[in-house]
């Protein structure tokens, strides 16, 4: 039986000190930047907090030039590694034209460049490398630390309001403490509070409020915070600090009664600004989630990671909740920090882009439903017998928002799963993209910048696979929604092993889990669970690879008359080991083999499948580098 932790005020939480690595989305954002000659430049976003592009109206790429205090057109080094500005300022008068729409947008960096600065970025704010994020999200996002990670009660984080001499607060307190607290609330256009919308989700579980001051009148003027000169941080957090000695001197505040992590950092530490952010991406005060560690503690209660943000004119609750679901329950970001794709769940989940839309920023998309079932809010139900010998089978149906799941866990490896869900679009889910029934496949040795391998991997069912391939982030074709040809195992949509959409294990090897005969979307989802088909038995083969050495098994070919051909390769972690299938081909004047199905990534890892046509065949295995031993599974 799942541990529930009940997340009391005050009380000490078993959760893991270091939040997951955590960003905000920018798709499309625009805002407004003063240049030094006075005009209010546009300014489109795209990125999040450690890597962003910046373009004007007309498509021209932009960066922020600190000899010129203001934005300049920029463009690409000549090793395509840094973009560097031109020291002319940008306008918004549409000086260029294009002879295409398409000439619109200048190429950006490469996505190498973008994954190495947003490393960068990511170990200057938080102080740890991406890398050790990635391991310690992996543990926590583990089907086996569910009952650590269940948040459930009521939980109470603390939102400061500041404003400035030459910036006073228009936006009120009452106003805020509606925004956050309310149970029932429409201000500003959003269809919820903050609070109401974690008891949508959690289905009441989980009871998330927040104390929030009178304003703080901060001690400099809004000018000396959002100095351009000074990377995003330093002066938000000399801001932070002097807030908070504040509100513990001045106002007498009791910092116990504030929910806290196992080593007593503060989880929900939240600051909102008068007026916009008046600084550009990444600069003075914009906007983000960092770590300032323990410069601040009373009363057993200290600063780790914290949430700041400017109020602006209105208040929508999609970023305070995205940024909640890394503070308060340690999820990750499902999304691509180097912009190589929208992320496998995009649009569907508010750790992806389901929080920042034109319409989910006021009424964000549900977290995914492995989410709610780590957070303890979701339970599920084991379809695969090997593991539940009283697994349901035949007809089954469930209901969205019903906070119960079916789940098919890989017996081989406790950590693999595919969750199955039914979304509607209605109350939390209103904005989402589709609706019908949904099926995710969870692997927390993932990660979310590796967009082909993530924690969690939304099955398409058009098979297009388009958020991956950075063509949307999700439509109306993905979910599995009544149309009769659609179903789902481990040749459909698609039976490929590298990018594909099926029911196959990471390893390639088919899992047993079949979905058909799908009902049309509803409140209600029914389908046929499939019968799991046997695993064919696995010829295996072991030996030892030199560096950039070969090898061929079974030696020298074998005949096969027809079929399903599969192979996985497991070499020695940190090699490079590479696999391929070659048929031996006449074509009435020569002899050779040739290659028909290759598998050659960047790691130890490789399988592919192959219908092969009767004929020979050899499976030709190579050292792209590294040495090492290796098993090779061949099953016909």
């Known amino acids: 039986m799942r541990a529930s932790l009940t997340a009391a005020a005050g009380v000490v939480l078993s959760l893991a000190a270091l939040t997951s690595h955590a960003a905000i989305p920018y798709k499309g954002h625009s805002y407004e930047f003063r240049q030094p000659g006075g005009e209010m430049l546009k300014i489109r976003l795209d990125g999040n907090d450690y890597y962003a592009e910046q373009r004007t109206e007309d498509g021209s790429l932009v960066i922020y030039d600190h000899a010129k205090r203001g934005f300049c057109y920029a463009h690409v080094n000549a090793t395509g590694d840094e973009l560097v500005s031109s020291g002319v300022l940008a306008t918004n008068a549409k000086l260029r034209t294009f002879s295409t729409a398409q000439d619109k947008r200048e190429p950006g960096l490469s996505t190498a460049a973008k ?146 992590d196992s ?37 057993g209660a200290c600063t780790g990671n914290y949430q700041i943000s400017d109020m602006g004119k209105q208040l929508a609750i999609g970023t305070f909740v995205h940024e909640s679901g890394h503070l308060i329950m340690g999820w990750p970001d499902l999304y691509d920090y180097d912009g190589s794709s929208q992320g496998s769940v995009a649009n569907f989940c508010v750790m992806g882009f389901g929080g920042v839309g034109y319409e989910s920023q006021y009424r964000p998309t549900q977290p995914v439903g492995f989410l709610r079932y780590l957070a303890g809010w979701d339970t599920a139900i084991e379809l695969n017998p090997a593991i539940n010998r009283s697994a349901p089978t035949g007809r089954l149906s469930m209901a969205a928002n019903g906070h119960s799941l079916y789940r098919w866990s890989n017996p081989a490896n406790a950590a693999e799963a595919f969750y199955v869900e039914a979304i509607h679009k209605s109350e939390q889910n209103l904005y989402q993209p589709d609706q019908g029934l949904a099926v995710f496949h969870i692997d927390p040795t993932g990660t979310n910048d590796t967009e082909w391998k993530p924690y969690i991997q939304m099955e398409h069912a058009d098979g297009k696979r388009d958020p991956e391939n950075n063509v949307n982030q999700g439509d109306a074709n993905d979910l599995y929604d009544g149309v009769a040809t659609r179903a789902f195992n481990a040749s459909v949509p698609n039976a490929l092993t590298s990018k594909g959409t099926n029911s196959l294990w990471w390893n390639g090897y088919a899992s047993g889990f079949a979905l058909s005969n799908i009902s049309v979307p509803g409140k209600t989802v029914s389908f046929d669970l499939g019968t799991a088909t046997p695993t064919p038995a696995a010829d295996v083969y072991n030996g030892t690879l030199a560096e950039k050495g070969e090898a061929i098994h079974p030696s020298p070919w074998f005949e096969y008359k027809g079929g399903t051909l599969g192979a996985v390769l497991s070499g020695p972690a940190g090699t490079d080991f590479d696999l391929r299938l070659e048929q031996w081909q006449n074509n009435g004047t020569t002899n050779l083999w040739v290659n028909v199905a290759e598998s050659a990534g960047d790691a130890s890892q490789e399988a592919l499948t192959f219908k092969a046509p009767a004929g020979y065949y050899r499976i030709v295995i190579s050292s792209y580098s590294g040495a090492g031993k290796y098993k090779l599974s061949v099953t016909k």
Not at 264 to 291: C, R, T, V
Request: proline fraction near 4%; include cysteine.
């Open 115 to 260: 994954a190495r600065l947003a490393k960068q970025r990511y170990q200057k704010m938080h102080g740890r490398t991406l890398e050790l994020a990635q391991k310690t999200t992996s543990a926590m996002m583990a089907p086996s630390a569910a009952a650590t990670a269940a948040v459930t009660g009521q939980m109470r984080g603390l939102t400061v309001i500041i404003d400035f001499s030459d910036a006073p607060g228009t936006i009120t307190k009452p106003q805020v403490e509606s925004f956050l607290n309310d149970a029932s609330y429409t201000g500003f256009g959003n269809a919820q509070s903050v609070r109401g919308y974690f008891l949508a989700a959690s289905g009441n579980k989980l009871d998330y409020s927040n104390t929030v001051t009178r304003y703080y009148r901060a001690k400099r003027p809004k000018s000396y915070y959002t100095d351009n000169s000074l990377d995003v941080g330093p002066r938000a957090q000399e801001l932070i600090v002097e807030a908070l000695n504040w509100v513990k001197s001045s106002e007498g505040f009791d910092f116990s009664t504030l929910s806290r």
């Open 263 to 299: 080593t007593g950092h503060i989880l929900g530490l939240n600051f909102f600004y008068a007026g916009e952010a008046d600084s550009p991406w990444s600069k003075g005060l914009w906007p983000h989630m960092g770590w300032i560690g323990e410069k601040f503690c009373s009363n």
